[in-house]
T-cell receptor, first 115, second 111 residues
Framework: EAEVAQSPRYKITEKSQAVAFWCDPI?????LYWYRQILGQGPELLVQ????????DSQLPKDRFSAERLKGVDSTLKIQPAELGDSAMYLC?????????????FGSGTRLTVV | DAKTTQPPSMDCAEGRAANLPCNHS???????VYWYRQIHSQGPQYIIH???NNETNEMASLIITEDRKSSTLILPHATLRDTAVYYC????????????FGKGITLSVRP
């Protein structure tokens, strides 16, 4: 069964440092999502891509977060500088054209700890 | 998208049916009810969805009340592996419709 690949699985970084996460969606999935999940809460959407274009980044803290999907395939989420409050699980998901439930497949996430 | 209300937690015995309730009293006619679950340290996993008819697949059954203001996810024979957080989500159809997660309900299956 096809999977969404994410790396690294775990990341520990010092505050004020830069950190980056990588996501490789299921082949052929045009829509890619980045979610953030704080411990004890449900995932929160940060950014949605349709191919290489950003469709929704209204919840992305743009002063420190950036996301790109240059060739419309894999994607990188960056935080610079990291803050203690950024400690969370960062989840990537992909979907067929943003429609329907079947295409919403999540990766296993990157757990970020900022110290 | 309409909001959902779920109790924070419940438990059930292994082998018994787990009935997980969800309230969505402000649901609109074009909104579907989705259920996802998240096992510890993994990403959410799709379980089932429905509009107004009851639905069943290999994982679970979804019972939606006639007025569509509430629903119940049924795991017919819960196993220890079903211990997870279950999210009930109301979502419109359409290309830009998103999955918006609440806190979900934590199901603990006891031996």
């Amino acid at each position: 069964e096809a999977e969404v690949a994410q790396s690294p699985r775990y990341k520990i970084t010092e505050k004020s440092q830069a950190v980056a996460f990588w996501c490789d969606p299921i082949s052929g999935h045009a829509t890619l999502y980045w979610y953030r999940q704080i411990l004890g809460q449900g995932p929160e959407l940060l950014v949605q891509f349709q191919d290489e274009s950003v469709v929704d980044d209204s919840q992305l803290p743009k002063d420190r977060f950036s996301a790109e999907r240059l060739k419309g395939v894999d994607s990188t989420l960056k935080i610079q500088p990291a803050e203690l409050g950024d400690s969370a699980m960062y989840l990537c998901a992909s979907s067929l054209q943003g429609q329907g439930h079947y295409g919403y497949t999540f990766g296993s996430g990157t757990r970020l700890t900022v110290v | 998208d309409a909001k959902t209300t779920q109790p924070p937690s419940m438990d059930c015995a292994e082998g018994r049916a787990a009935n997980l309730p969800c309230n969505h009293s402000t649901i609109s006619g074009n909104e579907y009810v989705y259920w996802y679950r998240q096992i510890h340290s993994q990403g959410p996993q799709y379980i089932i969805h429905g509009l107004k008819n009851n639905e069943t697949n290999e994982m679970a059954s979804l019972i939606i009340t006639e007025d569509r203001k509430s629903s119940t996810l049924i795991l017919p024979h819960a196993t220890l592996r079903d211990t997870a957080v279950y999210y009930c989500i109301v979502r419109r159809t359409g290309a830009n419709s998103k999955l918006t997660f609440g806190k979900g309900i934590t199901l603990s299956v006891r031996p």
